[in-house]
Each structure stands twice: as structure tokens, then as C-alpha cells.
């Protein structure tokens, strides 16, 4: 129940435009400050993991784990995500609360 909801959440954020994927698209939101949070696969490979942590961390960005890209996918009506960014700070705010 609490993954459906979570995933709910997210589908919505998609929906109202607020979400970035893509491995390099997510980096450029990161680097310009847009990104509020990043949803990261845990079975993203070993080098996109440590990319993504280290550009989040060195721009105080939050990241959180999810199970994996098919989730995350799923999540947002795509196939396979490994890595997505939120926009919207209520959207990010909630989730952050949901994953933890």
C-alpha cells in the first residue's frame, strides 16, 4: 500500500509537468538549481550511481532510493527509469516523507 501511494505521488508530479528523466537531463536540472529531488534505482550501475550522488551532493540536492528502474518506470507510465528529478518543492517535500 504505501509503494502505491508513493508512486501515486509521482505519477501525478508527471502529470503536472514537474518531473525530469534521463540520466544527463537530471544532471543539467541538478546544476542549474531547478531539481528539488532525485529518485534514484538501486539498480542503477555502479558508475550513473556515483555521477548522480556526487553532482547532488556537491549541489545540496536530496536523492532517494527506489527498488528499481522498473518501478520507477512504471511509476511515471514509461518503461524503465533509472534516474528522475523533481521540480516542484511540495511534490519533492511529500516524497522525501513517503520514502523514508
Given amino acids: 500500500m504505501k509503494q502505491d501511494r508513493w508512486m501515486s505521488l509521482l505519477g501525478l508530479a508527471n502529470r503536472a509537468r514537474k518531473i525530469i528523466s534521463g540520466e544527463e537531463l537530471v544532471i543539467k536540472e541538478v546544476r542549474s538549481g531547478r531539481a ?11 558508475n550513473t550511481h556515483k555521477k548522480i550522488t556526487n553532482k547532488c551532493k556537491s549541489y545540496h540536492v536530496p536523492v532517494s532510493f527506489v527498488e528499481d528502474r522498473y518501478v520507477l518506470g512504471n511509476a511515471i ?12 518543492d511540495g511534490f519533492a517535500k511529500k516524497l522525501t516523507e513517503m520514502l523514508d
Fill in 77 to 88: 507510465g514509461k518503461d524503465a527509469r533509472v534516474v528522475v528529478a523533481l521540480s516542484d
Fill in 36 to 46: 528539488k529531488l532525485v529518485l534514484l534505482s538501486r539498480d542503477a550501475s555502479a
